[in-house]
DNA sequence: GCTTTATTGCGAGCTTCTCGCAATTGAGAT
DNA sequence: ATCTCAATTGCGAGAAGCTCGCAATAAAGC
């Protein structure tokens, strides 16, 4: 998480450290789900200069590293990064208010322990998103239709 | 799955009833994870004069009545369309075949319960991929390092 | 400092998907 | 059957999200 995590996963790697990358990582380790977009506005706070591209590419870099996860929590929208977690993590987003929290739990090691001694299938990922309403949102909501596509 | 129960649905709701709406339903139902553009294609093969745009407001209104679903299985790449199936099916990805297969397992209705019990939140929705490699591949790969961003 | 080469900014461009509008067509009323 | 009229379609323009090539810049070893 410290920008020393950074500098050893670049350096060890044979990339090098870089303004650029430096101000993307302070700002996805600070700030989760954000899309490339929002990250550049933040980082552009501080150095204006820096392009989106660079983002992008520094985003992509990370990911590879496996530093960052790219997460797409809207179908047809921007993708949203953040941090490698641990796939025990998962997404919980709320259809009224929007809220997407972090939620934990101990299912996904069943699925990987089922599927690797049943299936020789080898896990690498797992990614679980689950849309709902959330406590506030259902206080105040009638759970309707399902939810419906825009952007 | 027939095309009498597109009708229904359709006309239930008070839509018509048409040549592209048929057709599309037909090739969704017929193989899964498709993509618009995919779909267009095979369409065409009957029809060559449905356009992509209607390929693609059937597929939305076929996902508001809960006909379909979509789900991005690549970032960044396209959607692909399915049957809406039941949440206790989910999606598992092969990083190196690219075969997708769905799968079905009871770890869902734990989640919704757990989440439903605990912490106020209703569960309208799970989406569950699950990456690696699958049987055939894992015989002749080393499982090596994460998988790259790429189009 | 100097050199080398990875990285950046910039802009063009690609892909996926959406939207407005005129033409068409489904389906209920006649 | 035919008529009527709103829903739907095809089409093209265009938006959004992201990528890429290239010349300029800057990191890191010497």
């Known amino acids: 998480m410290t920008t020393e995590w950074l500098r050893d996963s670049l350096g060890g790697a044979g990339h090098r450290v870089t303004g650029p990358r430096l101000a993307v990582w302070s700002v996805v380790a600070g700030t989760p789900h954000l899309t490339a977009e929002e990250i550049a506005q933040v980082v552009r706070d501080t150095d204006p200069t820096v392009n989106l591209s660079s983002v992008y590419r520094s985003l992509s870099l990370f990911a590879e590293l496996g530093l960052v996860r790219e997460s797409s929590l809207d ?70 239709a399902r939810p419906s596509r825009s952007r």
Do not use: Y
Not at 94 to 113: A, I, N, P, T, W
């Open 75 to 144: 179908t047809g929208g921007p993708s949203h990064w953040e941090l490698a977690h641990a796939d025990e993590q998962f997404h919980m987003r709320c259809r009224s208010c929007g809220k997407v929290e972090h939620h934990h739990g101990d299912l996904v090691e069943r699925v990987v322990g089922h599927l690797t001694n049943d299936h020789g299938f080898i896990v690498e990922q797992v990614d679980l998103l689950v849309t709902g309403l959330c406590s506030e949102c259902s206080r105040s909501q009638s759970p309707s």
